[in-house]
């Protein structure tokens, strides 16, 4: 008899999908969804501190829980899988949920970064386009400077001016061992900027004045690797200890004794703020930078360079320059020309970005550090 035929019970083909047994998800018993939870309940919280993938937040009482800058809890947290590969860094405003008391042995998650009023940033060099996030948050960077051992690197501190400008993030200049080398200058490169100048001596920190200029900000400390900078943060902030380190004899180069970006707490007479320590740094690369934003930050000269013609580079050689014709004319006297020649400086460091090359042979950009910033 065939296997096909009437005198069968039933058909092998005749069946409905009651029949079909579905394979069990291997991964759980629960499908997959694109749903993500709103985390209603999350709390606010700043970060002060990250290491190797774990995250110090400072997270307010509740009464104040609409301002992380009212803190009173240190909670310890990581980051959720929802957020990618969106960098967390230090001054950053986060939701968290999970364990937020703050306990030994408990670990919160972020699971959102707020929308950030400022960036600092840095690439790896000058011709990376790819960013790296160094603070978030911050509305002042204080640009820290020895007038010597190791000696003043003009076009560092450029560079930090820069990004500052960049970032929208008001520049401060604080020359240290002022008691070493007299700082006049170096510091004539800069009369023509709108930024305000500290002098400090080894033996005679300016606390005051740095107490009134920093309370009430978020203020980052950037520098090179041996200009005091971590003995600064160590007058502003009593208790901070951060390391300090020395200066080569032979090289004149500082040694990294801060290995990570930590958010200190300012308390003065004066007001309360933040002070952002990070670690010193040989090179600082602008491959993000758009130049656009430096001639905004000098809002008189951007006024004059709407009258140049298109494409103008505003720079020494440009021919029809309204800002140089002027600035020849005499219409914006000393005070302007030095703006303009400090403006030029900086698009002539933009400009040259590309074709600088790192050599040790150049005293003012070293080669980078492998520091983490």
């Not at 900027?193 to 950037?222: C, E, K, M, W």
């Not at 930078?289 to 809002?299: A, D, K, T």
């Amino acid at each position: 008899m065939s296997w096909w035929s009437d005198d069968t019970e039933s058909d092998p083909f005749d069946y409905d999908d009651s029949e079909i047994r579905e394979r069990p998800n291997r991964h759980g018993s629960r499908p997959r969804t694109k749903n993500r939870p709103e985390h209603a309940d999350a709390v606010t919280g700043m970060i002060i501190a990250v290491d190797r993938g774990r995250f110090t937040v400072l997270v307010p009482a509740p009464r104040h829980d609409t301002d992380p800058d009212v803190g009173t809890t240190i909670v310890t947290a990581s980051r959720a899988r929802e957020l990618g590969k969106k960098a967390v860094v230090n001054g950053d405003r986060v939701d968290l949920v999970g364990d937020v008391t703050g306990e030994p042995g408990t670990l919160a998650r972020i699971v959102r970064v707020q929308e950030r009023s400022t960036i600092l940033r840095r690439s790896a060099d000058d011709t990376d386009a790819v960013e790296r996030v160094i603070v978030a948050n911050a509305d002042q960077l204080l640009i820290v400077v020895a007038a010597a051992n190791p000696e003043p690197r003009l076009r560092l501190v450029d560079r930090y001016l820069v990004a500052a400008f960049d970032a929208g993030i008001k520049p401060i200049l604080c020359i240290t061992k002022t008691d070493v080398a007299d700082p006049t200058e170096f510091l004539s490169n800069f009369a023509g900027l709108d930024v305000p100048v500290f002098l400090s001596a080894t033996d005679n920190v300016p606390l005051d004045a740095l107490q009134r200029a920093l309370a009430g900000h978020s203020t980052v400390a950037v520098g090179h690797s041996g200009v005091g900078k971590s003995t600064l943060v160590n007058v502003l902030v009593p208790g901070a200890h951060r390391a300090i380190g020395h200066v080569n004899l032979v090289t004149g180069r500082g040694r990294h004794t801060s290995s990570s970006t930590v958010t200190l707490k300012l308390e003065s007479p004066y007001g309360s703020g933040w002070v952002i320590d990070t670690p010193g740094v040989r090179s600082f690369g602008l491959g993000h930078v758009n130049p656009e934003n430096i001639l905004g930050s000098f809002s008189d000269l951007a006024v004059l360079a709407e009258k140049c013609p298109r494409g103008c580079t505003h720079l020494p050689d440009s021919p029809d320059c309204a800002m140089i014709e002027a600035v020849e004319a005499g219409a914006l006297g000393a005070a302007g020309a030095g703006r303009l020649d400090s403006l030029q400086r900086l698009l002539t460091t933009f400009a040259d970005k590309g074709s600088h090359t790192v050599s040790r042979s150049d005293p003012d950009q070293r080669p980078t550090d492998q520091a983490t910033v």
